[in-house]
């Protein structure tokens, strides 16, 4: 009933483009959901996504008492997450994740550039024999100690 209301509505628009009733309608139907839709944020998605699964975890694995914790609980929670703004946390941890992982490419990055293409030893030089400068005693005799 209400997808073929919305068809109707949404042929409607289509056919009278150009014309008062037709702006009127793109206004009411694209105009403004698309506005509201401009607003949502990343983290307010991965907030929903976070709760879904959440949702879809406790019915999972508790069955019956999974949907009825569900049911009786999601309230309070979802007021709970929005007194607090669970999205700027969520896109913190969201930052802090991507970083850490970024770090890690760089150093899996270099460490397999040094297996692929091993560093050549450096070419040593050889070393100058330095003749010590001769003792100052005349005697050719070892000297004793003292």
């Not at 997808?3 to 109707?8: I, V």
């Not at 309608?25 to 709760?51: K, M, N, Y």
């Amino acid at each position: 009933m209400l997808t073929a209301l919305l068809l109707t509505l949404w042929l409607a628009m289509f056919m009278a483009r150009g014309t008062p009733i037709g702006d009127a309608l793109h206004r009411i139907l694209v105009v403004t959901p698309a506005r509201w839709l401009s607003r949502i944020s990343r983290g307010q998605i991965l907030f929903a996504l976070l709760t879904l699964s959440i949702i879809v975890g406790l019915v999972w694995l508790l069955e019956g008492d999974g949907r009825m914790l569900v049911s009786m609980g999601m309230p309070e929670f979802l007021s709970f997450a929005a007194a607090i703004d669970l999205s700027a946390l969520l896109d913190l941890a969201a930052v802090a994740v991507i970083a850490a992982t970024t770090i890690r490419f760089r150093a899996l990055g270099s460490w397999l550039r040094h297996q692929i293409v091993p560093r050549r030893p450096r070419a040593r030089r050889s070393r100058i024999q330095r003749l010590r400068p001769p003792a100052n005693d005349d005697e050719d005799r070892r000297a004793l100690a003292a």
